[in-house]
């Protein structure tokens, strides 16, 4: 580097070094442009259609609105030919690419020779005949023009595409029609006469077999282009993306290959991706959401060498034929997000849209994103509805099978391996249940109801003398979470588990233990659509109170426990309200039930309801028997509410905390003592069996009934446990309404007896 010492003291002049570097890989910044006023010919039949108020939606006003609205934003170079304009300032315009016909040899690249014959043909049709063929046939007029525009239409696309693969742009926009991804190789329809994006495609191909070997076609025209899946279906080169509207194939075109299933075939097997939305109505989260989740991360993986977008504008707010919500930003982010691929080799090419306004504003705003205008900002809240999270799940499980971006791997009832894979929050609990075992001699209890027991094996555990004469604390909690957000420093991520303290103190504190989890998510295979969804607050409040009065009248009532103490952690409290609600015995003045922990969160306040009049009596009792901590920001806290938190629903504590493990462990101490008052305070009424007698006894099964297969007795190891490697199933039947199974609660079962109550 140069460095020359300037007149004046102490100031030097820095000269740069030349670039060390290629130049840039384009000879020009511009974008190209193409439009014809010569496709605005091919028309509807004035004689055809007398009613100006029933015009066809494939106006040939459209692509002279789009022209329009470009030229008037100032970025259009107003000649075709001349290179004398200012060199500056047409920087800042697209340049006009010439379009011309195609040639009969390009569209049978796609098309069969009787499909490009037939169209030719119509330039010598009467008007008789054209109208004949416009009853006759789907979706499509005819005039004699049709043919000329419609090869200029295709050309317009190879020229634009040329133009960008060549360099001669960085990119382009054709404003063409008729449009063309319904277009298939034998046939026109819907609106479409030649597949002009697709002809382009081969034409690029075969041109430029070196630098332009693999496309993607991104086709987010509202309707399926099944045309273009047609085509390339077993290409392993052209991977076609479409998201469009299917309404279960009810939808233009109606055909059910447009599903998400279809992922192409032989060699193309996995280079078609169809992004089927289940209704009308999406709009800029849904469109943003299936890029960022499938299009994106598929496209990049497979790295193309040119990006072509089959831009149909009638996903746009205010197009009435595809009802959708995409505005012009939104475009203008799609089209963003895909311009760093393929070095930015991208031609935009028109399909269909039909509201003149909509479409000419949604191009122009891709036109200025194509030349580099950052796009507009989108809404705040952009959170795509359930429809479309559950279709984006269900098309990352089938490319999964294609993609090694996409998650989940396809995994479903009908994979082989099925039936030995597990769920991550089960393996979780398994280790969770077998760490008690080790550390507390815990035992998994049996659950036996057809419902349940599929999701609750390991799910309900107990220490090994919760049936004893001695206080019992209930836990009804959630699954262990992982906490997703790794520690910044140590990258590590921790499970949530603070109930865990509690049952570890309890237990040295003379207290027995049922932990029981609550699963999150119902089994795969009752889900149809192999993707399953969080199970939603009432699915989840409807299996925690099943569980709870399931556990309440097969481990709880017909045993010993001097003193019942419920915790229930988030959403299981809903659970044991219910519980208390559906039996006045755990209200009553000869209660085994002592006490009532909750810690809740995002859960609504719930009182205790009875069918008879006594609710007065049963707020009483909840008031002065429980211990509620409510998250800091609850609802319940609202000074604009109204109402002040009321009594029957329990004694409420503002915990300082909002999260449920910070709250668990914020008010521990207050937990622990209240616990041990309650205990200490306890008079036995006869027996007098102390704690310290039990601690020391083996581990022993509760008696079988009779009838019921022994899973095999566990001998005592020296210290007295069981093998806590393996903890034994504690073995009962339970009542079972359906199946009639003696249960240990049936006058005549051992279990009944010393058991004073009922
Ligand atoms: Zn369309």
Redesign the pocket.
Known sequence: MDIIPATSARVEVRVPPPPRFKPLPYPSSRTGLVYDDRMRFHAEDENININPDDIHPEDPRRIYAIFHEIREAGLVRESVDSDDEDAVSSDNKCWRIHTRHATKAEICLIHTPEHYLFVEALQNKTPLELQALYREMDSIYFNNSTFDSALLAAGGAIEACRAVVMGHVRNAIAIIRPPGHHAESTEPSGFCIFNNVPIAARVCQNDFPETCRKIIILDW???HGNGIQHAFYDDPNVLYISLHVFKGGSFYPGNPDADLTYCGEGPGLGRNVNIPWDDHGMGDAEYIYAFQQVVIPIVSEFDPDLVIISA?F?AAEGDAL?GCEVTPAGYAHMTHMLMRIAQGKMAVCL???YNLRSISRSALAVTRTLMLQPPDRLAVDLNPNESAVRTVEQVKRAQSNFWKCMYPKHIGPATPAFSSTTRLHEVLRKFQSLNMAQEYCMTPLQIIRDDLRETFEHNVVATRNFMDRRPLLVIFHDPPNLTLSPDPVTGKTELHNMWLDYVGWAIKNGFEVIDVNVPKVEPIVDDDGEYVHADTYEERADKTKQLASYIWENYIEPHEATQVFFLGIGSAYIGLIDLLSNNEACTDDNSVVEGVIAFIADTSLQSIKRATDDSIAVADWYYTHSKLFVQNNHLCWDPNRGRKPRKKWGKLIRSEHTAIDDMLAQHKEEVQQYLLEKKEAYVDPGDDTSVEENIQQPLRSPPLPTGFRSPGSVPPTKNGHGDARMPPMAFFTVPNSRTGTLSPTAPGSPLRQGFGRG
């Open positions: 025209d509202v309707h149909g009638d595809g399909e269909g849209g």
